[in-house]
């Protein structure tokens, strides 16, 4: 028998520490008119040193509160699934954290790493598992800590004055109705433009100690321990992906644009949310909007912003919602549900 799989909670938590536009220019030669106009973020997250928080117990604090709204006991979590590009060691990943934080029994825990698809790939991931009856209640993460590993400095501009911190959650559970929760979800990727939108380094291709001797020897150029973005390249396949995408996962389930209630995209970026809401004819309020609150979360950005939609009243039972995302990998999906 086939199971569906309904998001039964959902929660979301951003660092307290607000960085406005005018606090980056401080940092670097930027200003405020140039991130509204090419990105739309007013102000992002960031995490102080000091504040106790990290990727993991971000993502925990958003799952508690996914976890009390589905009124699902911990103990009946039968996997956790964790979205991230920036965990908080390079092994073992966040997912054995959040187990270990939330004092949950030893079911596995899966990491996902596709960037600013994450979220949509780990609810592809759970809805397979719940589908197929093997689990019942799934708990998925989204959750970054970009700021500590953005350049801050002028030459980093072009990529450190999009990203935010902050993480969302969501409780995935059997439901036996038949059209309820997820329709479908719908994946792609597309490594030949791997370099395009990626972080290197340090890794296995640049390991730390390798990193040293360049610094020593004063090839600093070459280390490429930022993130680097062709950003004009990744807008043009975003502004491409997203529409096939979401056309596709419409089509799976013969839904016409007409039908969708509310689109949640990927906050990568305010102008690539309104080129696709102009494409599609869709009114303001069919697609939800917060990027100028957080800037781009990456994996944490959709359960985000579907949780605050959710809190605004703004998603209701029935609905048809669609989650659609597209980053590095490059690597894009949707997924269709009914509310
Ligand atoms: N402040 C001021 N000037 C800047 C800044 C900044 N923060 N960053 C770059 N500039 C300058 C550049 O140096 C350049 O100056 P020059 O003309 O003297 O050489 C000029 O502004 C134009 O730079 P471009 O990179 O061509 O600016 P563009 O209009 O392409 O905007 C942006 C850059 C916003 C990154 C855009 O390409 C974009 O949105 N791309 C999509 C990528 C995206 O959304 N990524 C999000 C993460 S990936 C994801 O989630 C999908």
Not at 38 to 53: A, C, F
Not at 146 to 154: A, I, N, P, V
Request: some cysteine.
């Amino acid at each position: 028998m086939l199971y569906q799989t309904k998001i039964a909670g959902i929660g979301k938590y951003v660092p307290e520490n607000v960085v406005t536009n005018d606090d980056l220019s401080k940092l670097m030669d930027t200003n405020d008119a140039w991130i509204q106009e090419r990105t739309g973020i007013k102000e992002r997250r960031h995490i102080k040193k000091d504040d106790g928080n990290s990727t993991a117990i971000m993502g925990v604090k958003a799952a508690k509160i996914a976890l009390e709204r589905a009124n699902v006991s911990k103990d009946d979590i039968d996997l956790i699934i964790f979205a991230t590009l920036s965990p908080d060691y390079y092994f073992p990943g966040c997912g054995v954290q959040v187990q270990e934080m939330l004092d949950i029994h030893t079911c596995p825990a899966i990491d996902v790493r596709n960037q600013c698809s994450g979220f949509i790939y780990g609810l592809s991931v759970a809805d397979q598992f719940i589908k197929t009856g093997m689990y019942k209640n799934v708990l998925l993460i989204g959750s970054e800590n970009h700021s500590g590993g953005l350049d801050m400095s002028t030459r980093g501009r072009g990529v450190s004055v999009i990203f935010g911190d902050g993480a969302g959650a969501a409780v995935l559970t059997r439901s036996n109705h038949i059209g309820e929760g997820i329709l479908s979800t719908h994946l792609h990727s597309q490594g030949k433009h791997a370099l395009e939108l990626a972080l290197e380094g340090p890794s296995t291709m640049h390991w730390v100690p390798e990193i040293i001797e360049d610094q020593k020897s004063g090839k600093v150029k070459d280390i490429p321990y930022y993130p680097y973005m062709n950003g004009q390249f990744v807008f043009k396949n975003a502004v491409q992906r997203f529409s096939e995408v979401i056309n596709e996962g419409l089509q799976h389930n013969g839904l016409e644009i007409s039908d969708i209630d509310m689109l949640i995209p990927h906050q990568a970026n305010l102008r690539i949310s309104q080129f696709i809401q102009k494409k599609f004819k869709l009114s303001d309020d069919q697609v939800y909007n917060n990027i100028e609150r957080y800037g781009n979360t990456t994996a944490a950005s959709i359960p985000i912003a579907l949780t605050e939609a959710w809190e605004e009243g703004k998603i209701k039972s029935g609905d048809k919602v669609v989650l659609a995302a597209f980053g590095s990998g490059f690597t894009w999906g949707s997924a269709i549900i009914n509310w």
